[in-house]
């Protein structure tokens, strides 16, 4: 089945952590906006870190409630800073055969954790999509390393998870979308082939 795939990533730009020379008047008042900056936001900040630790993207993790902190007021309202990149791809079943329109329909209702094969057609991906699998694979390489020393059932566990959004052409012509919850990377085949396991498939109405 041929499909669009989708990673969110945080879309921010210089301007979001700019503050003006003159913002502190002195080292005391620095010092006095970071104690408090810090008491403010360390439950945002441990909130975050479990968000990362669970699956949420690097970037994400910067932010617990989509802003972007400063020390005082200097903060960002970033709702709307969460962008998704897109690559083009193909999608097989765990068997490694094209997956059918209505096979991914009979997923979706079976409501079990799925194994696909994703094809990523990497001419078509944009930079922030490439930088943002290389991170995730980067992350599952990680949790790899401690295969030996920790056994199967804790690196299953512990694997970081992606929610991929897609795009798909239905049997009638007409653009359908899906979101593979908390996926994990089960297993990278050379340059842009990987095996994800997906918890749960959602029918959505739109990516954004």
Not at 42 to 65: E, F, K, L, P
Request: hydrophobic share 30%.
């Amino acid at each position: 089945m041929k499909v669009t795939l989708y990673l969110p990533y945080y879309d921010y730009n210089d301007g979001d952590f700019d503050v003006s020379n003159d913002y502190y008047k002195s080292n005391e008042d620095y010092f006095n906006a970071m104690q408090q900056n810090v008491q403010q936001t360390r439950g945002a900040v441990i909130d975050s870190m479990s968000n990362y630790m669970n699956g949420g993207s690097m970037r994400d993790y910067q932010t617990s409630d989509g802003q972007t902190y400063r020390f005082g007021q200097q903060t960002s309202q970033n709702e709307d800073k969460v962008a998704y990149a897109q690559c083009e791809a193909t999608l097989y079943n765990e068997e490694g055969k094209d997956e059918k329109v209505d096979e991914f329909i009979e997923d979706y209702v079976s409501k079990d954790v799925q194994l696909y094969i994703l094809n990523l057609d990497l001419d078509s991906s944009e930079e922030d999509f490439e930088q943002e699998i290389n991170l995730w694979t980067t992350e599952h390489n990680n949790i790899q390393k401690y295969s030996e020393i920790k056994g199967d059932d804790w690196i299953l566990d512990n694997e970081p998870k992606r929610n991929i959004k897609l795009k798909f052409i239905n049997n009638a012509n007409e653009e359908k979308f899906a979101e593979l919850v908390n996926c994990k990377i089960m297993e990278k085949q050379g340059m842009n082939i990987y095996v994800v396991l997906a918890e749960e498939i959602k029918l959505i109405d739109k990516i954004r």
